[in-house]
């Protein structure tokens, strides 16, 4: 795990069961900082981090929302 610049990582919120990307971060509800790389939240995915740090569960069909909403913010930069 590395320490990396705010600007370089992108938020993931939590709020009222819905969890998306946030681009803002200014979403409300809880937040966590990822890398804004596919593998980088796949491996958040795979140790289970995002639901930990978020304290809520995530169904695969979220995950896969996520992975969807990141790539479509990826080709937008």
């Excluded at 938020?11 to 990307?21: K, M, N, T």
Aim: with cysteine; glycine share 6%; charged share 35%.
């Amino acid at each position: 795990m590395s320490s990396r610049p705010k600007n370089e990582l992108i938020r993931i919120a939590a709020y009222e069961g819905d969890i998306s990307i946030d681009p803002t971060g200014k979403a409300k509800g809880r937040g966590v900082y990822v890398c804004s790389d596919l593998q980088c939240l796949k491996k958040a995915e795979k140790r289970n981090a995002l639901a930990r740090s978020l304290s809520v569960e995530i169904s695969k069909e979220q995950m896969e929302k996520l992975f969807e909403e990141l790539r479509t913010y990826e080709a937008k930069d």
